[in-house]
């Protein structure tokens, strides 16, 4: 009885035994299994803080008490706040410039219970125009909201320059065929019996006939620079060369002013460079020079070696100069320093954004130095030809 009672006692043991490293296992592989999940918990928290923060639109999450729940360093860097701002209220968090707004928007949403929408103008050294999503969580997350930030300050600025430049098309297009219309009245309502009016009348139909005929041209040109169709030949081009046609085509637009056009340029300056497309791009810098230069004055055209694999190519007049607040703006479309002169010239207003687009699509710059009475001087920075001793 005793023996038997030995081995139940020894049996219980070794169960118990058992069942105590069952259990320790048991333990050690659920810590090892919460282990893995909470690594990979980190992970997954981590990617998520990782793929808003790469985001360009900022986002805003707040709780049912307008306290910060989560954003991202695009709304961050949006709006100049701090980087611990979770867990702050909307009012001790974001500027007082857009809190009011910001408040107004969240309000609305969660009344609502549906999708909203607002702006924001930030001013500052660099305004901005915000556009916001605002959707309210509360179905799903008790009461939170959402707020997507979208910067539209490019879109808005791009939507103005295509709105000015229809308005400025449509006056180019209508101020030469109202007068070609005009006139045109005028010789069928009789004045074609008048040979002297008839004379002066057609040589006017047929300036504003080429003016309009410039237009199309240059808007063309536009519109294949734009939409990168407009095919470069690049090939060793001679500078030299380039600036002797152009001062050829020129020549007696200059001699009518009285002015001295002048080439400095190496005759072994080579560009790497469409030769067409050079040779428009100077042309046109060297007409603007030739219509707002001063009357018996000067215009040079100079080339010379500037940094490592680069050229420079110059033109330089006496004129009365542009002032500082336009130099920035010449090289936009329709934009004219003296609208009234422009319209003398007969200039479309498109020649200095043609040079622009020219000169970037062979990556290069395009730059202004001037002053009142003291002239202009335009200058281009292309790239020199890997060979020379070639021209184009």
């Given amino acids: 009885m005793d023996a038997l009672l030995l081995i139940l006692i020894l049996a219980v043991i070794g169960w118990a035994l058992l069942l105590r490293r069952r259990l320790v296992f048991a333990e050690a592989e659920l810590q090892r299994c919460c282990a893995e999940q909470g690594e990979q ?17 900022g986002v805003l999450v707040l709780d049912v008490k307008n306290r910060i729940e989560l954003s991202n360093a ?3 860097q949006l709006l100049g706040l701090g980087e611990d701002i979770n867990g702050q209220s909307l009012e001790e968090a974001v500027p007082v410039a857009v809190r009011a707004e910001l408040k107004k928007l969240v309000k609305a949403v969660r009344e609502a219970g549906e ?37 539209v300050t490019r879109l808005k600025e791009l939507e103005n320059t295509r709105r000015d430049f229809v308005a400025n098309v449509s006056h180019e297009l209508r101020t030469p065929l109202s007068l070609i219309k005009g006139f045109t009245e005028t010789l069928m309502d009789g ?10 009348f057609l040589q006017t139909i047929d300036k504003h006939a080429d003016r309009l005929g410039y237009l199309i041209d240059d808007l063309l040109t536009l519109a294949q ?8 030949n690049r090939q060793p081009t001679s500078l030299h060369a380039v600036a002797k046609r152009v001062e050829n085509d020129l020549q007696a637009k200059a001699d009518k002013r ?10 072994d300056l080579y560009l790497d460079a469409d030769g067409d497309r050079l040779q428009q791009a100077v042309f046109n810098l060297v007409d603007n020079a030739i219509k707002y230069g001063r009357t018996g004055g000067t215009v040079t055209i100079e080339g010379r070696l500037s940094t490592k694999g680069m050229a420079e190519v110059a033109v330089e007049d006496d004129g009365e100069g542009i002032p500082s ?14 609208k009234a002169r422009s319209r003398e010239t007969g200039g479309t207003g498109l020649g200095l954004a043609i040079v622009k687009h020219i000169v970037h699509s062979h990556g290069g710059k395009v730059r202004l130095e001037s002053r009142i009475g ?10 020199l030809a890997a060979e020379s001793g070639e021209a184009a």
């Fill in 41 to 57: 918990s980190e992970r997954q928290l981590i990617q998520q803080h990782a793929l808003l923060d790469s985001m360009v639109e």
């Fill in 74 to 76: 695009s709304l961050r």
């Fill in 115 to 151: 999708l909203r929408e607002g702006e924001l103008q930030l001013n500052g050294g660099d305004p901005k125009l915000v556009h916001i999503n605002a959707h309210c969580l509360q179905r799903a997350v008790g009461g939170h909201t959402l707020l997507v930030f979208h910067n």
């Fill in 191 to 200: 004045a074609v019996d008048d040979p002297k009016k008839n004379r002066e």
């Fill in 225 to 232: 620079l734009d939409s990168d169709k407009l095919a470069m």
């Fill in 258 to 267: 009285s002015i001295d056009l002048k080439t400095d340029i190496p005759v």
């Fill in 325 to 338: 607040e336009s130099v920035e703006k010449v090289f936009e479309r329709f934009f004219r320093v003296d």
């Fill in 374 to 383: 003291q002239g202009a001087r335009f200058i281009l920075s292309l790239p």
